[in-house]
């Protein structure tokens, strides 16, 4: 809802684990309390969704073969709404495993950001 007061997206610097000057891109997305999800329709969901931003991607930037009629413009906030419908059900599943499962995301996402270092997709600062 726009202008209801509350900044939805954010971006800011990070640090982690020595790891510092990192921008990270925050999102506060809802708990969607009118629904009764599961570990299952929440993965189905998820598919769904990503299926729809990846026809999207393809649609409307002619990578099938049709010609594009929209503005660029158009493209982009329609894709836009498609990842964002990703990235709410993302979240939906993050309160199931929590509310159903009992999974501490935050420790996940301490160890998810150790992956990504560990890999090299994160680099300790001046080492970009």
Avoid: C
């Avoid at 990192?22 to 009118?34: E, G, H, S």
């Avoid at 026809?55 to 906030?77: F, T, Y």
Wanted: glycine share 10%; aromatic share 4%.
């Amino acid at each position: 809802m726009r202008g209801a007061g509350k900044q939805v997206f954010r971006t800011r610097n990070w640090s982690f684990g020595g790891i510092s000057g990192v921008r990270q891109k925050i999102v506060a997305l809802p708990r969607l309390n009118r629904l009764q999800p599961t570990l299952e329709s929440t993965a189905l969901k998820l598919m769904e969704e990503a299926g729809e931003l990846a026809q999207a991607i393809g649609k409307l930037r002619g990578l099938n073969g049709e010609e594009v009629s929209l503005a660029r413009e158009d493209i982009m906030r329609r894709i836009s709404r498609e990842l964002l419908d990703v990235a709410q059900t993302a979240v939906s599943m993050m309160f199931v495993l929590e509310e159903q499962y009992g999974v501490d995301l935050d420790r996940s996402l301490e160890e998810h950001l150790a992956k990504l270092v560990a890999k090299g997709y994160l680099a300790p600062e001046g080492e970009e």
